[in-house]
């Protein structure tokens, strides 16, 4: 292997390198946007319903429905994301495992796939946003 060739698979690799980062910054700030949209989705619903309890619950399940596709949109690119750095959440004990591997080394659970019909489905244990997570879990019948 001559010089040149040495050459050019370091530029390659380096290349990679640079999409790979290039990849994960796009995916960042769609999450990022995603979640920012769900917390405005979140207040727009709780406007619509001080400014009218009676409103038709409709149009509060047309906002929820539009939190979940978002929710989806959400989980699938944090899987993504995830493949580009090489590994896969597990989503039993949330530890990292290589994404060449199918079930988690330390509580043997499953790992997702999306090829999964289920893959996007909602798990209780799913939260809205990254961001958010604490306000949504906070307990509203806690005195102050």
Avoid: H, W
């Avoid at 659970?109 to 949504?136: G, H, M, Q, V």
Wanted: aromatic share 12%; net charge negative.
């Amino acid at each position: 292997m001559g010089i040149i060739e040495k050459f050019n698979d370091v530029s390659k690799m380096a290349n990679d390198k640079a999409k790979n980062i290039s990849e994960a910054n796009n995916l960042k700030r769609k999450i990022l946007y995603e979640e920012e949209r769900i917390v405005e989705i979140f207040a727009d619903i709780g406007k619509k319903y001080y400014k009218n309890p009676n409103e038709d619950p409709n149009v509060f399940r047309v906002l929820c429905e539009d939190i979940d596709t978002r929710r989806r949109r959400i989980k699938r690119m944090r899987f993504e994301l995830n493949e580009i750095r090489g590994y896969k959440i597990c989503p039993k004990c949330n530890s990292e495992v290589k994404d060449n591997f199918q079930f988690c080394g330390v509580c043997g659970a499953r790992l997702p796939d999306p090829d999964d019909e289920d893959f996007t489905s909602l798990e209780t244990n799913d939260y809205y946003t990254e961001s958010s997570n604490n306000f949504f879990n906070a307990d509203s019948t806690k005195t102050y």
